[in-house]
């Protein structure tokens, strides 16, 4: 079992690091989610993310505080809004943007009620 916990901890990872660079990939989610699957699978890799000068802050301050950093709210706020832009660029059924609309409306939701640390 903790050969696919690594597993899924090594995809979690990989797509977070690309979501640094990619605007509609979400890097925080998916390096908390990293963290919780190498802490079922290897020590070693849970305790260099927990550590690492970039990802280790956003992990720390959820860990303990259950807070998003405003930098990440801002980043991942203008992610939604570019996210969505694009959609009405391609010109999506009203319906689908509605769909999107609503569930982006609740990430930003969720996002902006955290705690800042």
Known sequence: ??????????????????GAFVPLLPTVPLILLAAFFFSQSSERLHDWLHNHPSFGPAIQNWNEHGAIDRR?????????????G???L??????????QAAIL?????????????
């Open 1 to 18: 079992m903790k050969v696919i916990w690594l597993m899924l901890g090594l995809a979690a990872l990989s797509l977070g690091a690309i």
């Open 105 to 117: 409306c609740a990430v930003l939701i969720f996002i902006w009620s955290r705690p800042e640390v």
């Open 72 to 84: 990440a709210k801002i980043l991942a706020s203008a992610s939604i809004a570019a996210a969505v």
């Open 90 to 99: 391609l010109g999506l059924k009203p319906w689908i943007l509605l769909l």
């Open 86 to 88: 694009f959609s009405l």
